[in-house]
């Protein structure tokens, strides 16, 4: 049976990942961090693609790099944003995005 993990599971595991990493690897990181939007990239495709093999459900969330932050027109850089409340923004504006009349 494939395992099914909330949304609030799946941003706490990648906020933690990147605390986790940050930890471990402070002194070969940039400034000493592992950031959440690298951690959530990372994260995001690796379950993206246990998903289109058939390894696992559907993902909570996509993957967002700049062609999802542009296509979409929100505002997040996967590079440089750090704090978890721009990763969780991001996924709002995202779920606006998808809800809009527009896109349907």
């Not at 995001?44 to 996509?62: D, V």
Request: aromatic letters at 8%.
């Amino acid at each position: 049976m494939k395992s099914v993990i909330t949304e609030e599971q799946h941003v706490k595991f990648t906020e933690q990942t990147g605390l986790d990493v940050s930890k471990a690897l402070d002194n070969s990181l940039h400034n000493g961090r592992f950031k959440i939007g690298v951690a959530q990239k990372l994260i995001n495709l690796h379950l993206k693609y246990l998903w289109t093999t058939g390894y696992t459900n559907e993902p909570p969330h996509c993957l967002i790099d700049g062609i999802i932050r542009d296509k979409a027109k929100i505002s997040y850089d996967w590079t440089t944003d750090d704090p978890i409340e721009a990763y969780k923004r991001a996924i709002s504006d995202l779920k606006a995005v998808a809800d809009s009349p527009w896109t349907h």
